[in-house]
């Protein structure tokens, strides 16, 4: 998400001599992907697969543009206009995981405190920039909790505004003193120091599922990875870094 035109994609292992299954993934559940869960799905079946990861927005705007994929995890509510125009399958729809929102510091600097929401609205106004992404959930959603909090223009006036990426690179690099992105994500800048999540009482969790495309050519090996996606292992893998698994739908 996080959510960076730098990001590669990346190809989970070669040990398939058929062409990699293709598996379009939102940014959130990255660091779990790579670090473990599809390496142990090649390792396991033999099926190497390619990962292409970006905000679910810019993962539609893809299946739109008519990139062919065989599996999508992305953020379950953009599932349903996918469905209505037959590019995946619904009923093989999947829940993976949740994560909320949260907030990193530079590396060393003092954690602000953000355990109310008047301490939040209070840290954000003392933060000479704050960076949010302009497209992932994440960012959409902080757009609109600054509505909420009445202080768009203020925050907004020396923000840090970032299309897509991991927009804790923007601490680190000095851009901002404070970044804000589902933790998940904060976890791939490991530099940054992560100051905790929202408040409960403005926090929002993003929902993840994994679901099939209707174009796949390949639905059995693409039914053995949604089935991976869901097992133990990939549960654990999500619990390192700081999403839930979540029961199913």
């Keep these: 998400m996080p959510d960076s035109d730098n990001i590669p994609n990346s190809p989970a292992g070669d040990g398939s001599t058929q062409r990699p299954l293709t598996l379009f993934s939102a940014l959130a559940v990255r660091k779990a992907l790579d670090e ?56 093989t729809r999947t829940a993976l995981a949740r994560t909320g929102v949260g907030i990193a510091v530079p590396p060393g600097a003092p954690r602000p405190d953000i355990s109310t929401r008047a301490a939040l609205v209070a840290t954000l106004r003392a933060a000479r920039s704050v960076a949010y992404s302009r497209t992932g959930a994440s960012g959409l959603y902080f757009a609109g909790l600054l509505d909420e909090l009445g202080i768009t223009a203020e925050i907004n006036a020396r923000a840090t505004v970032i299309e897509k990426g991991f927009i ?38 993003s929902h993840f599922s994994a679901i099939l495309s209707t174009g796949s050519a390949r639905s059995s090996e693409a039914r053995s990875l949604l089935g991976h996606l869901r097992g133990p292992l990939a549960a654990e893998a999500y619990a390192d870094t700081l999403l839930e698994a979540v029961a199913a739908l």
């Design 36 to 91: 473990v869960v599809l390496p142990a799905f090649t390792r396991r079946t033999g099926v190497a697969v390619t990962a292409v990861f970006d905000p679910t927005v810019q993962l539609v705007r893809r299946i739109d543009a008519g990139q062919p994929f065989d599996v999508l995890i992305g953020v379950t509510d953009s599932f349903g206009p996918l469905a209505e125009r037959g590019l995946v399958e619904i009923g």
């Design 168 to 205: 804790a690179e923007a601490v680190v690099d000095g851009r901002a003193d404070i970044a804000v992105q589902q933790l998940s994500e904060l976890l791939f800048v490991p530099r940054a120091d992560i100051a905790g999540p929202l408040p409960e009482e403005v926090q929002h969790y």
